[in-house]
Each structure stands twice: as C-alpha cells, then as structure tokens.
Nanobody
Framework: VQLVESGGGLVQAGGSLRLSCAAS????????MGWYRQAPGKQRELVAA???????NYADSVKGRFTISRDKAKNTLFLQMNSLKPDDTAVYYC????????WGQGTLVTVSS
C-alpha cells in the first residue's frame, strides 16, 4: 500500500490549494479515504472523508470551504481548499481506511496572514 501526497505549499489567507493523493496497492474504488491534518503542538484531526460510494463528511471548521473528491480511474484522492485561513496551517495527510491503517508521508500547507 502506498499513498503519496502532493500539492502543499505557501499561500496567502483567502487563497486556494488543491492537494492530491496518489494511491496504489489496494482496491482504491472500494475503500473509504480521508484527509487529516496536524498543526504544530496539536493532535492529528480529521478534515474530510469520502466513502467508496461517494458520501462525504467534513470537520465543522472546513465546511463550505474544502471539498474532498476522488478519481477512481486514476486512483487519486483530492482536497480542494478555498478561502484558506492561517488556522489551516498544518501537515496534511492522506489516509486509507483498510484492515491496517495506511498513511501518506504528509504535505505541508502554510497559510500566511
């Protein structure tokens, strides 16, 4: 199982970024996937999740600003992040809900005020 995130970077408040997670080694289309984040000194938290059937849920702090989606043909998970705030600064991780949890290496998102 391999999850490789990309798309992080430095952006000003109000800006947008799109994170990608390339997945391999499992049946991507069937499994629930999610994005988590961990800010300095804080615990890792769920940002958004999507089931194999396409149902989604979001943390209250990102509702209306972030959108999770998946391209089953390309085995890729996305997180579109709009109206970014300095509080969104964190390392963002891709997660696959498998028999054994699978995590990517993380991608850093920094939002400047």
């Amino acid at each position: 199982v391999q999850l490789v995130e990309s798309g992080g970077g430095l952006v000003q408040a109000g800006g947008s970024l799109r994170l990608s997670c390339a997945a391999s080694g499992f049946i991507f289309r069937l499994n629930s996937m999610g994005w988590y984040r961990q800010a300095p000194g804080k615990q890792r938290e769920l940002v958004a999740a999507i089931t194999g059937g396409g149902s989604t849920n979001y943390a209250d702090s990102v509702k209306g600003r972030f959108t999770i989606s998946r391209d089953k043909a390309k085995n890729t998970l996305f997180l579109q992040m709009n109206s970014l705030k300095p509080d969104d600064t964190a390392v963002y991780y891709c997660h696959a809900d498998l028999a054994v949890d699978a995590w990517g290496q993380g991608t850093l998102v920094t939002v400047s005020s």
